[in-house]
């Protein structure tokens, strides 16, 4: 019902919010042993984030019902809101890091791949509360979403009005650098959903299962079974509500 409800937005008129474009920096981590996830997020949320070296959003995701089974437990996300400033922040901190000794990061507690995902990040509808009717941890759901010919516009627009029937936050993260080879350049995007908390989830999802939406054969995005994940927030700088 969900990827089936997708499908079908685009056919009809949605109102895209308030573009809003940015940069996503992922990493995909494993839990040492003796450790738990809840280990994981009491660490990453005792750091000392300072405005020099900090994102703008931090945020830990584990998954709930992964589509797909990959050899992680959970993805670490900074998001910025813009190259430069993920650079400079990003050299900052590898400065700071060169010039003190002992444990850095989440060594201890979990593992993370050097190798990183960095993806342009729009964020295209907010919750009817806004951004501060999020809880702090929360429900997520994603997607992946083949083009076949759509743009990118297209892409915002149907998660947009996905999200405005479901009460939730929405964005798309597409080209950028690293991931699956041969791929081509934004010919995928992928939808997150963050829901206001597990509740509303749930409320959303009994809601849409009794008002199915049929496919609509003229759309030419295709999207994957979704993933649902718990969606920590370890950090939020006091702009980011503003500039998002």
Not at 128 to 148: F, K, V, Y
Not at 154 to 168: M, Q, V
Not at 176 to 187: E, K, Q
Not at 222 to 233: G, I, Q
Request: hydrophobic share 45%; with cysteine; proline share 5%.
């Amino acid at each position: 019902v969900f990827s089936a409800f997708i499908v079908a937005v685009l056919g009809v008129s949605s109102a895209l919010a308030q573009t809003n474009v940015g940069v996503s920096y992922t990493r995909f981590c494993t839990i040492n042993a003796g450790y738990s996830i809840a280990d994981v997020v009491a660490t990453a949320r005792g750091f000392a984030w300072s405005e020099e070296t900090a994102p703008g959003l931090v945020m830990i995701r584990n998954g709930i019902a992964r589509a797909g089974a990959g050899p992680f437990a959970f993805i670490f996300e900074a998001t910025y809101p813009s190259y430069a400033d993920m650079v400079e922040k990003r050299t900052a901190l590898l400065q700071r890091r060169a010039a003190t000794d002992g444990r850095q990061g989440l060594a201890g507690v979990a593992t993370c791949t050097e190798n990183v995902r960095i993806r342009n990040r729009r964020i295209v509808a907010l919750p009817p509360g806004g951004l501060d009717s999020i809880q702090p941890m929360t429900a997520m759901a994603s997607t992946l979403c083949e083009l076949n010919g759509a743009t990118i516009e297209d892409a915002a627009a149907l998660a947009s009005g996905f999200a405005e029937n479901l009460g939730t936050a929405a964005r798309v993260r597409y080209g950028g650098f690293g991931g699956g080879p041969g791929v081509l350049l934004n010919s995928r995007a992928r939808m997150d959903f963050f829901f206001p908390s597990f509740a509303d989830f749930g409320s959303a999802m009994d809601a849409l299962n009794q008002s199915p939406t049929a496919p609509d054969p003229d759309n030419p995005i295709s999207c994957a079974v979704p993933s649902l994940s718990a969606s920590y927030r370890i950090h939020q700088s006091a702009s980011y509500s503003s500039s998002r």
